[in-house]
């Protein structure tokens, strides 16, 4: 219980929060936006050779005492090892990532999130959307919730209705500009991803997770990704293309050097990178 006890106050310490928030939905929002303001969505160590690891360890060592970010896999590893620790029972779900792509395009499970059981009701929680900032929502058709950037997001249900069962689809209606860049311009909703409830055992993540790390081609084989959710916005890296957007007000500049993107990274992403490692990236190269 000690150790346990430990790692939560290195995780608060890491997000910026004193103490554990209540264990509500108000509670939960508040956590989730801590972590996601404070640990930097980030691909790195793909191509830097590092390999991607998502057993509870190699997370907590990565994300928090080496102060570095990830993507989904860790992200939400991470965020359900503390869930876990205060006392809120989840699970991981698997989605279809279906941002910037054509309508009827049917990508595989490469996106994780997670199911939790809050006061007995459910909802779904995630700490690892790259794209965008994701709040917490409620598992109920049509909920709905808006975010500090000026976006609203809704569930929607298809399937039997009284269950559990079917599909679910997360949109989003709000600024393209507080998006990692994928969106097109819109002001009516727009698909995240879907997922289904399903039992999603760990090695279904090692399998989507050894995917999405070495599958050629790919968003995350290709590019140098980051992202940082803002107090009233949203901040990205792609390869060398700084994007910034608060209360809808947008930057764009291209980072000349290494030295640049690594200082970018601790200053606004929350993510340590030294020089050394950010000249190594191919984009310098």
Known sequence: MQTRLMDLDRYFARIGLSAAPALSPDGLATLQGAHRRAIGFENLAIPLGEGICIDSKSVFEKLVLRGRGGYCFEQNRLFSDVLSTLGLVNRPLLARVLLGLAEGVVPPRTHTLLLVNLGGAAWIADAGFGGSYVPPLP???????????????????SGERGSLGGEWRLERA???????????PHGDWQAQYVFDLGEVVPDDLEMS?????????????????????????????????????????????????????????SETFGIALSEDEAARLPIFR
């Open 174 to 184: 709000g600024p393209a500009s507080a998006t990692d860049g994928r969106a097109a």
């Open 209 to 265: 997770n050894h995917w999405t790390a070495t599958r050629a081609g790919t968003r995350f084989t290709s590019f140098c990704v980051a992202s940082v959710v803002l107090e009233d916005g949203f901040a990205s890296l792609s390869d060398r293309q700084f994007t910034r957007s608060c209360t809808g007000v947008s930057e764009f500049r291209q980072i000349e050097s290494a030295a640049e993107y690594a200082s970018l990274l």
């Open 139 to 157: 598992l109920e058709d049509g909920a709905q919730v808006q975010t500090g950037d000026g976006a609203w997001h809704r569930l929607l249900r």
